[in-house]
């Protein structure tokens, strides 16, 4: 496989699909219409977290540009997959939510005819994340679609909390699965030259994801937060420790998002400083500075919203890791013949097992996806860790 498609990793159905697709939108826009049912104006990527879903439509965007299917080296697929392509429109929201005025905005620019590439496209890589009234806004688009627009959409599921049925009822599904551990560690060894051992270890700590699989295997931070999480079982002795071992958890997610996003701050408030001129002299600097002045405002209150987000991102990788090791002391209970997603405890597991009974490990590993599904539903997130603390002491 090649092309813009080589970055799928383990997903071969669907680039046969994606591929097949391209090949008859680009008849269609060449005027020989062929093979007309493999392509649709609106579609859905679907696939738990670390499958690929954004990369998908990514790829399928470049694809759709692209004059030989996505050949991965013209100007439209660099631009595309660069996100600086005039006629593909990407809506990465920065917050919780996309609301409706971005998104109205965005549908319509991308009722406008191409001006460079083939098609327009929106691609809304958390279309999860759209408030009622932003997806009534892309609805509307979706129903009476202009000729030449194509809307690319990404969530976790076709559940009508992920996805709204009217709106998954007019795209076609592709729906990904978590690629295997070996797919992906041949990725870390082919892409990064990361060594055989150290990426069969990454790649099945992070449950076929790629990106957090790289992280591991390179970044010896990430590596020790993840050792962090992973004590946590055995430092819940009572009431007092579950409450240190939610504060640790909470404070390591947010030192993770800062640390992810200073950088970022800094450089984007010095770049709207020096775009609005800020420190100059002369007439007019005083109300340039009262200007800049708000600017940097709105900016500070994004990045906050930014910084909102990174921090429950890394809180619910957390949470992933932990539900991991749980699950593995599930299956030592149950003597079930399934590979551990976390070899390198595997003894602390295997010793869990020995006190609990299966269904007291579920009931930890259901504590952990309940928690999970509150932080979704906007619970405070100390709230619901340490309340998850609890019960996972409790058993």
């Not at 159905?13 to 104006?41: F, K």
């Not at 405890?345 to 007291?360: C, G, H, N, Y």
């Amino acid at each position: 496989m090649s092309g813009v498609f080589e970055r799928l990793v383990g997903q071969e159905e669907a680039v046969e699909v994606l591929r097949r697709a391209s090949a008859a939108a680009a008849s269609i826009v060449d005027g020989q219409p062929a093979d007309p049912g493999a392509m649709t104006h609106a579609w859905l990527f679907t696939g738990p977290a670390g499958s690929g879903r954004s990369v998908a439509a990514r790829a399928f965007a470049a694809a759709l540009q692209c004059d030989f299917g996505g050949c991965g080296t013209c100007q439209a697929c660099h631009t595309t997959l660069g996100g600086t392509h005039a006629d593909v429109r990407f809506v990465v929201p920065e917050g919780l939510s996309i609301g409706v005025g971005e998104m109205r905005a965005l549908v319509l620019r991308a009722a406008s005819s191409p001006t460079q590439g083939r098609w327009q496209v929106l691609l809304v890589e958390d279309a999860d994340r759209l408030t009622e009234a932003a997806g009534n806004a892309l609805l509307k688009a979706v129903e009476e679609p202009p000729p030449r627009t194509v809307f690319l959409l990404c969530t976790p599921s076709t559940h009508p909390d992920d996805i709204s049925v009217t709106i998954r009822s007019r795209c076609r599904v592709v729906t990904l699965r978590q690629p295997p551990a070996e797919a992906v560690a041949a990725v870390l060894r082919q892409r990064d030259g990361i060594d055989v051992e150290t990426a069969l270890w990454a790649a099945a700590a992070a449950q076929g994801h790629v990106g957090r699989a790289r992280r591991l295997a390179s970044d010896p931070q990430a590596r020790s937060r993840r050792e962090a999480v992973l004590a946590v079982p055995r430092k819940l002795t009572g009431i007092g420790a579950c409450f240190d071992a939610a504060s640790a958890v909470i404070e390591a997610a947010e030192a993770e998002a800062a640390a992810v996003g200073a950088d970022l701050d800094t450089k984007e408030r010095d770049a709207l400083s020096t775009a609005l001129g800020s420190g100059g002299t002369g007439k007019g600097a005083a109300a340039a500075g009262r200007g800049v002045s708000g600017q940097l405002k709105e900016l500070e209150r994004r990045q906050k919203t930014r910084a909102t987000r990174a921090q429950r991102d890394a809180l619910d990788r957390a949470l992933v890791d932990l539900a991991g090791f749980y699950r593995d002391v599930l299956v030592r209970a149950l003597d079930a013949p399934v590979e551990p997603v976390h070899a390198d405890v595997a003894d602390l597991a295997t010793s869990a097992a020995r006190r609990w009974t299966p269904e007291a490990a579920l009931r930890r590993l259901e504590a952990i996806l309940e928690c999970r599904t509150a932080i979704e539903a906007n619970v405070k997130p100390r709230i619901a860790v340490e309340a998850m603390m609890l019960r996972l002491w409790h058993g």
